[in-house]
């Protein structure tokens, strides 16, 4: 079965520390993926996304990801976390029927 | 340019009682997508329609149900509530449907069910 696995469901970071936080999915055909952030009492804002291309994506707010297709893996990253970083972070991914697939999202906690 | 307005943004209702929730998409968007959004089970998609049709449909009971307007309004329907449909819904809207086009999301509806 397609499936998006998000291992962390809470990463807490020091401000102004690097973050990862990881994304797998489960699939043999191609796959497009996103990255979205959900600040409280909010809906879902797109970070970033892959298609095609080169396999590192600059997204906003200076998120970054990698898509692996070997590992099937699209990690988010951050060199330097700020306190406005705090928020839930979902990856998904279209599994080519156009339903989009969420994994079950990183609460991300910056602490001062 | 105004974002995607969900209306109402919170509801309680009673088990056995039915829900309509609202999503009006941004301008000149044609396709409207709904999510549940739950502890447990995450984020799910429940269908989509672009130009009034329904395109695509998520594993849900025909209990949940939608449309879609000319003006590219779309209404969710919940018949005969269940204390699991309890639930952060969330519309999002885009010029396109499928991959063609980003998707914006609204604040979500908030339906708790007592």
């Known amino acids: 079965a397609q499936s998006v696995t998000q291992l962390d469901s809470q990463v807490p970071v020091f401000e102004e520390a690097p973050v990862e936080l990881r994304c797998n999915y489960s699939?043999?055909?191609?796959?497009?993926l996103f990255w979205y952030v959900q600040y409280p009492n909010q809906g879902l804002q797109l970070l970033l996304k892959?298609?095609?291309?080169?396999?590192l994506v600059k997204g906003i707010n200076g998120f970054e990801a990698e898509f692996n297709k070997s590992q099937t893996s699209f990690h988010l990253r951050k060199p330097s976390v700020h306190i406005s970083d705090t928020a839930e972070y979902f990856c998904?991914?279209?599994?080519?029927?156009?339903?989009?697939?969420f994994g079950t999202g990183t609460r991300l906690t910056i602490i001062p | 340019k105004a974002g995607v307005t969900q209306t109402p943004r919170y509801l309680i209702k009673t088990r056995g009682q039915q829900v309509t929730l609202s999503c009006s998409p941004i301008?000149?968007?044609?396709?409207v997508s709904w999510y549940q959004q739950t502890p447990g089970q995450g984020l799910q998609f429940l269908f989509e329609y672009f130009s009034e049709t329904q395109r695509n449909k998520g594993n849900f009971p025909g209990r949940f149900s939608g449309r879609q307007f000319s003006n590219s309004r779309s209404e969710m329907n919940v018949s005969t509530l269940e204390l699991g449909d309890s639930a952060l819904y969330l519309c999002a809207s885009s010029l396109l449907p499928g991959l063609a086009s980003e998707q914006y999301f609204g604040p979500g509806t908030r339906l708790t069910v007592t």
């Open positions: 998904a991914v279209y599994f080519g029927n156009e339903k989009l697939t």
């Open positions: 301008s000149g968007h044609r396709s």
């Open positions: 892959y298609l095609s291309g080169s396999t």
């Open positions: 699939s043999s055909v191609s796959v497009y």
